[in-house]
């Protein structure tokens, strides 16, 4: 530690450190613009400058480091005349527009200029003016004249988000920020580096000229979007959602969300929303009072009962819900006495129930400080943005990062090793890193695995995962929703524990882990997810779920749910029109008190930041009232949190989390795509995982969401086909098929064909594994 002394003031730091974290110790705040404590130094803004005793000038704070016995003063005349004349520097061509600037009243610049600057400037000649630049749907580039050169942005991208989209052109007063020949800003963490910039050239183009600062009202939150359950700020105007920013948890998401999280709101406010409870009558959708639709659903659910038993009634929950509504949901199946609830709706394949809630096996903010991790079948930057951002550091820092996925899209993270297999031959992969581990270790290789040899990569992972303290196998959610998911599993925990590694999965949903908590699993004898549709029941109730989008099978969720005698949604949003029967407005996240549990199993509590709109109701409510008027007890809960106490009890939720499954490894494999057929990679793409970003319209502008509405074709197909991008090809799945354009995807397997799920293409066909033929349309 090196001690130094700040305008008076003792404090100790590490070696190494600068001024300005030294200062911040002391609670003596420095002005700057171009420093932040998550980027690198770059020095360029210079509004930092201190005297630093012995040393002639003034020096930045940013870029000077401590040193044992060092006096610093930060508001001397010498400190203070150099900020002011810093100050004057950066307002010579900065616009007076602050009245009509969209970052008036948080805008950096402002502020400082009110204690550093002139009321007059010297500088008469003409100001310099830059042209804006387009750079996609969400940032706005209207105001670069407005730019001081911090390169905030430009720092972002390469170090945090792992892509240089942005550079500095030209010198001088020629410089700018500008994008790489017009290319757009295509990062999944973009919007961030709008809350970096410390002035108003970068701002949100959905949030733009639509409020002032003052005007908004703040509430914390939580995204209900992945499992990270990153913390937000939510800002309101008139009970209208205006504007989503990241609220600081070093813990959990830092100081950053991703796109999704951020842009999202919009699906709040869509002309989607669902207002009054409907029901369907003479094939009319007429809406009509709760108390009509209510009693039209205890009606039903008794008629169905008495006629054809409780066991034919299936009731089918999103993860995104939250632990209320889950828990409440499973209360109310039990009164109906139905054992069919389940919330795993992509999943086919479903092992024997583990020890407890499947979770990451370890705290979020240590996969930054990881020393090796091997991850299974994720598409890491679209399933898990901000677990790719940690990962990406850690790999900065020297750790070594293996993929195991059936496309080699750029997961931006520094020499990571990918290994790329269809879908089919994940198992072998993994049979042949279990072999090199085992040899490694020299322990006897599981029987079902016997006579497997390892490749040279399977040898590079096991070598990867043999040394350093915090080793991590992860199972990400393509592994999960894989037909061969128990084995995948098994081989998977044969890995971790042979190489000493943590065994994880990066869970997929908002609430993942909370709905294994809650229970909102089948009872004794109950279907699943798969067979709840495979085996048509007489009727559903589906609790925030879009089956032909969030389902394994959307061919046989649709087929089910058509000839199904009543189904009941409960939804922000008018959704399946065709097949419903009642629709009933519930609140989403931002209208209700909940309870998410993320990837680590922490529990993080929410209030609803605005009123529910029109005569949407909180699900747990609902489903409260509904378990009394079908003549239920133990519904008489008075809050949310009367609900969470009930559900999730008061003992302590890490022990009731477990990745481990008794199952041994067993043996089989998946038969390959035959010759001249294709295998679908049916991943679920960033700005389509759930009903609310799936109506979020600049969202759906972005070059990511434009992808996910093509088919993907191994380069030897496409060129093979004779295609030109953009041509329509026709899909077909057994005796489903889709049209759609197509694109050359020289990232996939070469057997491999992305038909992405949760889209219009993708919900025309079946399920989100197996065979494919593709043909030019």
Known sequence: ?????????????????????????????????????????????????????????????????????????????????????????????????????????????????????????????????????????????????????????????????????????????????????GKTVDSELSGNMIDLCPVGALTSKPFRFSARTWELSRRKSVSPHDSTGANVIVQVKNNRVMRVLPYENEAINECWISDKDRFSYEGLNSEDRLTRPML????EWVETDWQTALDY????????????????????????????????????????GTPNVDFRLRQSDFPAPLAGAPWLGTKIAELSYADAAFVIGSALRRDHALFAARLRQAAKGGAQVALLQATADASLIPNAQRIVAAPSAWLDELAGIAAAVAEAKGVALPEAFAGT?????????????????????????????????????????????TSGATLGFL?????????????????????????????????YLLLN????????????????????EMVVVFSPFRTGLEYADVLLPIAPYTETAGTFVNAEGTAQTFNGVVRPLGDARPAWKVLRVLGTLIGARGFEYESAEDVRRKALGDGDLAARLSNRAAVPVAKGTLAAAAQGRFERLADVPIYHADPLVRRAEALHLTTAARAANTVGLPAALFDALGLKEGEAVRVRQGDLSVTAPATRDANLAPTVVRVSAATPAGAQLGSLFGELLVEKA
Do not use: W
């Open 1 to 181: 530690m090196v001690e130094l002394e700040i305008d008076g003031k003792k404090v100790q730091v590490p070696e190494g450190s600068m001024v300005i974290q030294a200062a911040q110790r002391v609670d003596t705040y420095i002005p700057h613009f171009c420093y932040h404590k998550k980027l690198s130094i770059a020095a360029n803004c210079r509004m930092c400058l201190v005297d630093v005793e012995k040393m002639p000038k003034a020096v930045p704070a940013c870029a000077t480091p401590v040193s044992q016995g060092m006096v610093v003063r930060t508001s001397s005349e010498k400190a203070v005349q150099g900020q002011q004349a810093v100050m004057e520097f950066l307002l010579i061509n900065h616009p007076l527009d602050c009245p009509i600037c969209d970052q008036g009243g948080e805008c950096q610049l402002q502020d400082l200029a009110v204690g550093y600057g002139k009321s007059s400037s010297r500088y008469s000649e003409e100001k310099r003016v830059v042209f804006h630049k387009n750079v996609g749907p969400l940032i706005s580039m209207e105001e670069m004249t407005r730019c001081i050169h911090c390169t905030r942005c430009v720092r972002f991208g390469d170090e945090i988000a792992g892509v240089m989209e942005l550079g500095m052109l030209g010198r001088g007063q020629h410089s700018e920020i500008s994008t790489f020949l």
């Open 280 to 283: 369907k009558q003479g094939g």
């Open 297 to 336: 659903v205890v009606k039903g659910i008794r008629g169905i009962s008495d006629e054809h038993g409780e066991n034919m009634i299936a009731a089918l929950a999103s993860p995104h819900s939250t632990i209320e509504e889950l828990y409440l949901f499973k209360q109310f199946a039990d009164a109906v």
């Open 453 to 497: 040899q390892a490749s040279e990569a399977a040898k590079q992972v096991a070598a990867s995962l043999a040394s350093g303290e915090r080793r991590f196998v992860l199972l990400g959610n393509g592994a999960v929703q894989h037909p061969d998911f128990s084995r995948l599993h098994a081989a998977a925990q044969f890995i971790a524990e």
């Open 507 to 539: 869970t997929e949903a908002g609430n993942t882990v909370g709905a294994h908590l809650a229970g909102a699993l089948p009872g004794n004898g109950g279907l699943n997810a798969r067979e709840a549709f495979e085996q048509p029941r007489k009727g």
């Open 545 to 564: 779920v879009e089956p032909e989008f969030d389902s394994a099978n959307p061919a046989a969720a649709r087929a089910a749910l058509g000839q199904a």
